[in-house]
């Protein structure tokens, strides 16, 4: 069965400086990997995906992931953060046999201003 | 696009009530859709997979004569807590899969329906 890790509780990081939120992942075959976000008593909104290609992918609101298949690896990163960015943060894996998602803990981030 | 909707957004019930929730795909059809339960500061733990036109799937202990999942159409499934009881207090939260013949790789999640059970 897939199982994603979040090692961390809670990030904190000065806003303009980077951001990183670690995901690692245990999955049979080749992986789908996930990152969303979640605001305070909302859904999860979709950050980006990787499925195959380019190991670094760019999503929306300038986050990007890379994927080390090696180190079995999807950490989230932005080049400098914003206070808007404080938020729950969830990787998510799914194995290409069936649908199911399995999500990390979440990861609180805090940007200090 | 992809965007899904779910109503009603909270909802307070008596204990021993049926409370219904409601998850549309807006822009797009899902064959496939899934019911998520989620307590505070916790991650999501998959409930059940809502099939179009087929009987939902449920996880390893999740009662599904208790959690009623009606999947009527391609863009429409219900979620129906029988019974409630204070201990189903949670926040409830869907997701679809876009398509019809499988092969699509991203869930887009909804809102999110908080319940409250008195």
């Known amino acids: 069965a897939q199982s994603v890790a979040q090692p961390e509780d809670q990030v904190n990081v000065a806003e303009g400086n980077p951001l990183t939120v670690k995901c690692t992942y245990s999955v049979s075959g080749n992986p789908y990997l996930f990152w969303y976000v979640q605001y305070p008593n909302r859904g999860l909104q979709f950050l980006l995906k990787?499925?195959?290609?380019?190991?670094l992918v760019k999503g929306s609101y300038g986050f990007e992931a890379e994927f080390n298949k090696s180190q079995t690896s999807f950490h989230l990163k932005k080049p400098s953060a914003l206070v808007s960015d404080s938020a729950l943060y969830f990787c998510?894996?799914?194995?290409?046999?069936?649908?199911?998602?399995?999500f990390g803990k979440g990861n609180q981030v805090v940007v200090i201003p | 696009g992809a965007v899904v909707s779910q109503h009603p957004s909270r909802v307070i019930c008596k204990s021993g009530t049926s409370v219904k929730i409601e998850c549309r795909s807006l822009d797009f059809q899902a064959t496939t859709m899934f019911w998520y339960r989620q307590f505070p500061k916790q991650s999501l733990m998959l409930m059940a997979t809502?099939?179009?036109?087929?009987?939902?799937?449920?996880e390893q202990g999740v009662e599904k004569d208790k959690f009623l999942i009606n999947h009527a159409s391609l863009t429409l499934s219900t979620l129906t807590v029988t019974s409630a009881h204070p201990e189903d207090s949670s926040f409830y939260i869907c997701?679809?899969?876009?398509?019809?013949?499988?092969?699509?790789?991203?869930?887009?999640f909804g809102p999110g329906t908080r319940l409250t059970v008195l």
């Open positions: 998510a894996v799914r194995d290409r046999g069936n649908n199911r998602l399995a």
């Open positions: 809502s099939n179009e036109g087929s009987k939902a799937t449920y």
């Open positions: 990787y499925i195959t290609g380019d190991n």
């Open positions: 997701s679809a899969l876009p398509g019809t013949s499988g092969g699509a790789d991203t869930q887009y």
